[in-house]
């Protein structure tokens, strides 16, 4: 008898199969949000649209978060958990651009949390602990409580605003800002803006260039005035 239910249902067409659910738990909602946002932008995101999402009702989801704001206190820290961490271990110039840099390509991938990392009161325990570790990479170097402040607020400044500036272009890549550029540059009269035609055709209509490689010039002037910032026999952190 069991042989031949067996193969009664290997014979079942695979339509009429149930198909496992996948539990619904905090980090499958999460998820979905950063999903939502990453198609359509952080003002997308609502509960109908999260609700559709994962095939569920509202009540399924308010189950796990109580409301929106914990959506986005929980999807900045799952963002800010992709960042990845310094080490005080290691070379604090090497560890702050590797810090800038992921942070950067991170903040491509999800390019509403721009606006939301520094934002909530109630950071998760991925953003503290990446902070705690960034003040830890900056004090084993050498930098005193204030200049650490100071160091991680103008880092933190430039990358954000890079990623931002970046994320806003209507050019994307290599040797993607020679359409726009050009069709710019076709509306001026002669004679008119010749510093703008000047950095067009000598920097920005060259073969190859890449507004993202503005990013690593800039993070290079910083560190090299915040080396300029730590004590002269770079000795362990000051009070």
């Known amino acids: ?11 079942e067409p695979k339509s009429k199969r149930a198909t496992p ?5 905090r980090e499958r ?3 979905a949000a950063i999903d939502v946002a990453d198609a359509g932008g952080i003002g997308s995101l609502t509960i109908r649209s999260l609700t559709q999402a994962l095939g569920v009702k509202p009540m399924s989801v308010y189950y796990h978060v109580a409301n929106k704001d914990e959506i986005l206190d929980g999807i900045v820290d799952l963002v800010s958990s992709e960042i990845d961490l310094p080490s005080p271990d290691g070379d604090w110039r090497a560890e702050m651009r590797r810090r800038a840099d992921s942070t950067r390509r ?11 990392l520094e934002s909530r009161a109630t950071p998760g325990p991925s953003t503290l602990r990446h902070l705690d570790a960034t003040i830890a990479t900056l004090r084993a170097a050498g930098f005193s409580v204030p200049l650490t402040a100071h160091a991680q607020t103008l880092l933190d400044s430039y990358t954000y605003g890079f990623a931002l500036q970046e994320a806003s272009l209507p050019f994307k890549g290599p040797d993607s800002a020679a359409e726009v550029t ?7 009269a002669d004679g008119a803006y010749p510093h703008l035609v000047e950095m067009a055709t000598e920097h920005v209509l060259r073969p190859g260039y890449d507004f993202g490689d503005e990013f690593e010039f800039g993070l290079n002037v910083i560190l090299d005035a915040l080396a300029r910032s730590l ?5 362990r952190p000051s009070s």
């Open 231 to 235: 004590p002269g026999d770079g000795g």
């Open 106 to 116: 991170v903040l491509r991938g999800h390019p509403w949390a721009i606006g939301l």
């Open 182 to 188: 050009e069709s710019i540059m076709e509306q001026f």
């Open 1 to 11: 008898m069991k042989v031949l239910e067996s193969r009664s249902e290997m014979s």
């Open 21 to 25: 659910r996948v539990p619904l738990t």
């Open 29 to 31: 909602v999460l998820r």
